[in-house]
């Protein structure tokens, strides 16, 4: 299909909630996919976290980030355990905003610029027009088998990234994928760890990048907007996090407290 990457692009909550039951859709459907034989495991895989961070183990310092090594490894081990009685399928693996592909506007309203390969900026998602785009998603390069949570997770971390956290974005978004699929109290529970231990990776992998190639600027400048979503993850925490994008009984839940 034709059209622009997501990116910045600042569009309505009807977006965001059309956006959020697609990718659900797409879980459904691949959860269907019949999986046996499957061996594939790349590094970027909920599988492989572990060992990814511990090759550039000697990266992490540099980083600066609150948590320890050890307190992130231990996270992602918890999740692995918590989701351990849950069945595993495909997912996408990778639905951040430039594998979202927006269509034009129509005449006569105002396009948002297209065409940038740069990376996102956690401060500054571009305005335009109130327009409600169709689109589609692209690159299942890194499909991977694993629980479905990750998908939802991976993307809801993306969208904060790009949508300077805008948690009503992110409300929107997870409302649109709850109306389709609903899950388990035990999968909510793991998303804010999913998405603070996939930065922390894209971090450390990127330091490591940097460390062996000085002159990449697109991986600097990642690494910079990545840092800067690690921090705000800790400055607004797990309760508010959940309580900006629960449902029903998840809000109350979460909410007690919260501002």
Sequence with gaps: MKGDMLAQTKLPCSFWFKLGRTIAEISRDLGKVDTRGFTRMHSWAPE???????????????????????????????????????????????????????????????????????????????????????????????????????????????????????????????????????????????????ILVRFVMSCVVGMKTITLDPSNLYTKKCLEINLVVIQRLFKDGPQLFYCKIGQNENRKNYCSGSN
């Design 48 to 194: 492989s976290v572990e060992n990814t961070i511990i090759s550039c183990k000697e990266c992490f310092p540099a980083l600066g980030i609150p948590p320890s090594l050890e307190d992130i490894l231990e996270k992602h081990r918890k999740i692995m355990a918590d989701l351990a009685p849950y069945p595993k399928q495909f997912i996408h693996s990778d639905i951040n905003e430039y594998n979202i592909i927006i269509t034009p506007p129509a005449e006569g309203s105002v396009a948002p610029p297209g065409g940038s390969v740069a990376p996102s900026n956690i401060t500054t998602p571009r305005n335009t027009s109130n327009y409600d785009p169709d689109f589609g998603i692209i690159d299942f390069n890194d499909l991977t088998l694993t629980h479905r949570v990750f998908e939802v997770a991976h993307a809801m971390g993306y969208i904060l990234s790009s949508q300077a956290f805008d948690y009503q974005v992110l409300y929107h978004f997870y409302r649109g994928y709850s109306s389709i699929i609903q899950l388990e109290k035990t999968e909510f529970d793991v998303i804010f760890d999913i």
